[in-house]
T-cell receptor, first 109, second 122 residues
Framework: DAKTTQPNSMESNEEEPVHLPCNHS???????IHWYRQLPSQGPEYVIH???SNVNNRMASLAIAEDRKSSTLILHRATLRDAAVYYC??????????FGAGTRLFVKA | GAVVSQHPSWVICKSGTSVKIECRSL??????MFWYRQFPKQSLMLMAT?????????EQGVEKDKFLINHASLTLSTLTVTSAHPEDSSFYIC??????????????????FGPGTRLTVT
């Protein structure tokens, strides 16, 4: 499975945008880039996914580098409820999803 | 849409007993379900992958005779922890993968996770 690298933690101020980076230099052409987040004592929550083009949904935006070796999850206005561990995961053809360590996001009021 | 439930949400059992955890996809069909285990301050660790109607595939180091998985229908998978011991105490999370092409899903194999079951073995 192709691996991803994320910073261990990041900090943001409330109401400000947050850019969460993810490196995936060994990504293959068929790998989808998925982002999930996990709030304390809860199961992970699907956030967004993409293949080649940038994506937007009601939760976030996903910016994918042209060479697809990195991506950035963008939270446009962080709230205290966005404090969570964010996981960037590659998935090909419906195979198993392996979680890395993720990025713990702290949001300051 | 895309709701996955788990039952129970928490359970306390005595050492040596068995515990069954249910995972249901409530509003979609899932041919594949996954079981994860998570210890405090750690990431999720995949235990096994189960496909409806067939035997589960266990990850290396996971005892299949201790963690029994049954995936009897497109909406239900169960994990039974047999002869539980205190070291089995953990947060167990299931997830279901939507069937690509079905209504509301994008064919990108996204997974939807249950809320987790906290198991404490005394």
């Amino acid at each position: 499975d192709a691996k991803t690298t994320q910073p261990n933690s990041m900090e943001s101020n409330e109401e400000e945008p947050v850019h969460l980076p993810c490196n995936h230099s060994t990504i293959s052409g068929t790998d989808y880039i998925h982002w999930y987040r996990q709030l304390p004592s809860q199961g992970p929550e699907y956030v967004i996914h993409g293949l080649t083009s940038n994506v937007n949904n009601r939760m976030a935006s996903l910016a994918i580098a042209e060479d697809r070796k990195s991506s950035t999850l963008i939270l446009h206005r962080a709230t205290l409820r966005d404090a969570a561990v964010y996981y960037c995961i590659l998935n090909t053809g419906g195979f198993k999803t392996i979680f890395g360590a993720g990025t713990r996001l702290f949001v300051k009021a | 849409g895309a709701v996955v439930s788990q039952h129970p949400s928490w359970v306390i059992c005595k050492s040596g007993t068995s515990v069954k955890i249910e995972c249901r996809s409530l509003d979609f069909q899932a041919t594949t379900m996954f079981w994860y285990r998570q210890f405090p301050k750690q990431s999720l660790m995949l235990m096994a992958t189960s496909n409806e109607g067939s035997k589960a595939t266990y990850e290396q180091g996971v005892e299949k005779d201790k963690f029994l998985i049954n995936h009897a229908s497109l909406t239900l998978s169960t994990l039974t922890v047999t002869s539980a011991h205190p070291e089995d105490s953990s947060f167990y999370i299931c997830s279901a993968r939507a069937v690509p092409g079905t209504s509301g899903f994008h064919g990108a194999y996204e997974q939807y996770f249950g809320p987790g079951t906290r198991l404490t073995v005394t």
